[in-house]
């Protein structure tokens, strides 16, 4: 029988090498497999303004197609309208074509020669036949306009039949472009539930300092002109600050004093105050949500001026204004692609709604990127 001799066990160095070779192997495997790049604060608010951005965007898309889809609807009732007053007329040119067939079948039997010689009244039967004349006439008449009458139907129904065919692709944009601004706006709010509460109180701070900052600048802008314009000429003596020195003083941008606010522009612009703290809510217009265009066309009803729906269009709802020439109620616009608008109230400061998550709030213009100001006419 041979020897079984058991396997010597290894010592307990070794047994320590071993487990740290296999741990720190298995640590480091794991490590290259899942670690991912920790994103900074900064650019976790980068993508979501970009998120939010793109939402406000397809926001304004959204309410364009849904006024065009609100004017179609509106044209398809009355054409339907229509369609249904003009097969009403049709049908009664009908009835009475079918009393005069009737008639000239009753008639129109008996040669009219033969009639003339076996009728016992002569005279009665010439002037009876001038009536059957008429008759004819009259059912020309009723023919050609029955002709017309089926013509403007048959247009009608064509042109309905095009209008719902807009309409139906007005509601497929609306849906594609709900979808859109649902998916930034999860997107968005997926981005931050990843923060702690303490890094997400960081970028609200962030963006009050942003906005802070901005008001300070504008500020100093604002003083540096009032110092300029109040800097006599040589020789000159000095002059009251007045027009744009005052206006400046007061901290407005450049150019002259805005107005105090009244009449209309003080109507809007106390309707737009009394909105101050309330949610933004994308495609509404109040009364107790709005997004940006939604309020500043509040506002503006509440003056009892109709604005178009949507930015792009309140654009063009008047003269442009150049910057230094702003007045209280005046619309200030942003972004190249005009997104967004808000209603300003003087001091180079405006009332807006913002984006989801934000409530109707006031802020210094120059937070975002100016393009131009209207006066709604």
Not at 200 to 209: D, G, L, P, V, Y
Not at 263 to 282: C, H, M, N
């Amino acid at each position: 029988m041979g020897n079984h001799r058991k396997p010597s066990l290894p010592s307990r160095a070794r047994l320590a090498v071993l487990t740290t070779a296999v741990v720190g192997g298995a640590v480091l495997a794991a490590g290259t497999a899942h670690a991912e790049p920790t994103p900074t604060l900064a650019s976790v608010k980068e993508q979501v303004d970009n998120l939010n951005k793109e939402a406000e965007q397809a926001i304004e898309r959204y309410n364009g197609f849904q006024e065009k889809r609100q004017s179609l609807q509106g044209d398809a009732n009355r054409i339907q309208d229509k369609i249904a007053r003009g097969q009403h007329a049709l049908n009664e040119l009908r009835t009475s074509l079918g009393a005069v067939a009737g008639e000239q079948y009753r008639t129109n039997g008996i040669d009219p020669g033969v009639q003339l010689m076996l009728d016992s009244d002569p005279a009665g039967y010439l002037e009876r036949a001038a009536v059957q004349n008429q008759v004819a006439d009259s059912q020309a008449a009723l023919l050609k306009q029955a002709s017309d009458a089926q013509r403007r139907l048959d247009q009608d129904r064509a042109e309905a039949t095009a209008m719902l065919a807009q309409l139906d692709a007005a509601g497929a944009s609306l849906d594609e472009e709900k979808k859109q601004i649902q998916a930034k706006l999860a997107q968005a709010e997926a981005l931050l539930n990843k923060l702690s509460a303490a890094d997400r109180a960081r970028i609200n701070a962030q963006e009050s300092a942003e906005k802070a900052k901005a008001a300070a600048q504008q500020a100093a802008a604002a003083d540096r002109a009032s110092r300029s314009a109040e800097r006599p000429a040589p020789g000159a003596a000095a002059a009251p600050a007045t027009g744009s020195a005052a206006g400046t003083a007061a901290g407005t941008t450049a150019g002259p004093a805005p107005a105090s606010a009244s009449g209309r522009a003080a109507d809007v612009i106390k309707f737009a105050t009394a909105q101050l703290g309330k949610p933004y809510e994308w495609s509404s217009t109040g009364p107790n949500t709005f997004d940006c265009s939604g309020l500043t066309g509040a506002a503006y009803r509440a003056a009892g001026v109709k604005l178009p729906r949507i930015s792009q269009d309140q654009w063009k709802s008047g003269p442009h204004i150049a910057r230094g020439d702003l007045q209280p109620g005046d619309l200030v616009f942003f972004y190249d692609d005009i997104h967004h608008v808000g209603l300003y109230i003087g001091d180079g400061k405006m009332i807006h709604a913002p984006r989801k998550g934000k409530n109707v709030e006031v802020l210094p213009i120059s937070v975002m990127p100016y393009v131009g100001a209207v006066r709604p006419a």
